[in-house]
C-alpha cells in the first residue's frame, strides 16, 4: 500500500513518541504519585494539540517541496479530519474511565499511573491494529465495505444506547479476574500486586488496570476502521492516531470533573460513526471530499457540545 511514510519518518516518529514518554514519565514527577492539577492537565492538553498541528505543518511542507501542493494539501486534510475523529472518540473512552474510575473508588493520586499503563497498552494495540488493517486493506480491498457496515451498526446501536451505563458488576473480565486471582481488599499505594507471607495478592488497582486496557481494545476496534475511511495512508492513520491517543491522559483529567456536563457528546458521536461508515459504504460510487467530511465531522461534534453546555447550563438554573 503506498504511503507517503518514508523508512527515516517512521523511526523519527516512533523516536519522537518514546522521548515524550520518557520525559513525561522521569522528568515531569511521572513516577511519583500526585493528584493532577487543572493547571497540568490543560498544559499537557495545549502541548499535545499543539504537537499534532506542528506535526501536521510540518509534513504539509515537506510533502509540498516533494509531491506538489495539492497533494500536500490532501495529505494534510487527512491528518487533521482523521486526528480530530480519534480524538472525539477518545473523549468517549473518558467518560467509560470515569465510570471505572467512579466503580472502584481509585484516589485521584494513584489515576495517573494507572492512566499511563493505559495509554502504553493503547500504543501498542494501535500499532498492531494499524499495520493489520493495512495489509487487509492492500489485500483484499472489498474489506473497507465490511468495516464500513461494522461502524454503522456500532454507531446506530451508539446511538441507541448512549443513555444507558454497563453494568460494571456484570463484566465478564473483571468477573473472571475475581474468580481467578487472590484481591487484596485495600489499595497499596499505585502497587498492582502485593506479596503477603509469600503469597501474591493483586490489587484492586490491577482490576482497573485490566478493564482500562480491556476498554482500549474495544474503543480500538471502532476508531482504526473509522480512521481508514479517512485515508488508506498508514502513515497519516498512525501518526493521527498515535498523537490522539498521546494526549487521551491529559484531556481525561481535564474533562474529569465537567463530563457530565457534555452528556449529548455521545449522541454526537454516535452521528459521526455512521456517517463514517456510510461514507465507506458508498466510496465506490461517490468519495465524499475530505474537506467536506471534516466540515460535516467538525460541525456534529461542535453542535452536541454546544447543545450540551447550554442545556446543562438551564438545567442549573
Known amino acids: 500500500m503506498h504511503s507517503v511514510g518514508e523508512w527515516w519518518m517512521w523511526l523519527g516518529f516512533i523516536v519522537f513518541v518514546l522521548a515524550m514518554l520518557a520525559v513525561d514519565i522521569f522528568l515531569l514527577h511521572g513516577r511519583n504519585a500526585h493528584k493532577v492539577s487543572l493547571k497540568e492537565a490543560l498544559g499537557w492538553s495545549v502541548l499535545w494539540v499543539a504537537l499534532a498541528l506542528?506535526?501536521?505543518?510540518?509534513?504539509?511542507?515537506?510533502?509540498?517541496?516533494?509531491?506538489?501542493?495539492?497533494?500536500?494539501?490532501?495529505?494534510?486534510?487527512?491528518?487533521?479530519?482523521?486526528?480530530?475523529?480519534?480524538?472525539?472518540?477518545?473523549?468517549?473512552?473518558?467518560?467509560?474511565?470515569?465510570?471505572?474510575?467512579?466503580?472502584?473508588?481509585?484516589?485521584?493520586?494513584?489515576?495517573?499511573r494507572v492512566l499511563l499503563y493505559g495509554v502504553l497498552g493503547a500504543i501498542a494495540m494501535r500499532a498492531v491494529m494499524i499495520l493489520a488493517g493495512a495489509w487487509l486493506i492492500a489485500q483484499f480491498h472489498w474489506i473497507l465495505h465490511l468495516f464500513g457496515a461494522f461502524l454503522a451498526i456500532t454507531g446506530i446501536k451508539m446511538l441507541i444506547f448512549a443513555g444507558q451505563e454497563p453494568d460494571l458488576a456484570k463484566n465478564p473480565v473483571l468477573r473472571w479476574l475475581r474468580n481467578h486471582l487472590r484481591i487484596t481488599d485495600n489499595y497499596h499505594d499505585e502497587k498492582f500486586f502485593v506479596s503477603h507471607n509469600g503469597v501474591l495478592f493483586a490489587t484492586p488497582l490491577f482490576l482497573v488496570l485490566a478493564l482500562i486496557e480491556t476498554t482500549d481494545l474495544v474503543f480500538a476496534v471502532d476508531s482504526i476502521p473509522?480512521?481508514?475511511?479517512?485515508?488508506?495512508?498508514?502513515?497519516?492513520?498512525?501518526?493521527?492516531?498515535?498523537?490522539?491517543?498521546?494526549?487521551?491522559?491529559?484531556?481525561?483529567?481535564?474533562?474529569?470533573?465537567?463530563?457530565?456536563?457534555?452528556?449529548?457528546?455521545?449522541?454526537?458521536?454516535?452521528?459521526?460513526?455512521?456517517?463514517?461508515?456510510?461514507?465507506?459504504?458508498?466510496?465506490?460510487?461517490?468519495?465524499?471530499?475530505?474537506?467536506?467530511?471534516?466540515?460535516?465531522?467538525?460541525?456534529?461534534?461542535?453542535?452536541?457540545?454546544?447543545?450540551?453546555?447550554?442545556?446543562?447550563?438551564?438545567?442549573?438554573?
Not at 79 to 88: D, P, W
Open 54 to 112: 506542528a506535526f501536521n505543518a510540518l509534513l504539509w511542507w515537506y510533502l509540498d517541496t516533494e509531491i506538489g501542493r495539492e497533494a500536500a494539501n490532501e495529505k494534510a486534510l487527512e491528518f487533521l479530519t482523521g486526528y480530530l475523529i480519534e480524538k472525539s472518540l477518545s473523549v468517549d473512552n473518558i467518560f467509560v474511565f470515569i465510570m471505572i474510575f467512579s466503580y472502584f473508588a481509585v484516589p485521584a493520586e494513584y489515576q495517573r
Open 226 to 317: 473509522a480512521i481508514f475511511a479517512i485515508t488508506e495512508d498508514p502513515f497519516i492513520v498512525f501518526t493521527s492516531n498515535l498523537f490522539a491517543i498521546m494526549g487521551l491522559r491529559a484531556l481525561y483529567f481535564l474533562l474529569a470533573d465537567i463530563a457530565d456536563r457534555f452528556h449529548l457528546l455521545k449522541y454526537g458521536l454516535a452521528i459521526v460513526l455512521i456517517f463514517v461508515g456510510i461514507k465507506m459504504l458508498i466510496v465506490q460510487w461517490y468519495k465524499v471530499p475530505i474537506l467536506a467530511a471534516l466540515g460535516l465531522v467538525a460541525i456534529i461534534l461542535t453542535s452536541s457540545i454546544v447543545l450540551s453546555l447550554v442545556i446543562s447550563s438551564r438545567r442549573k438554573s
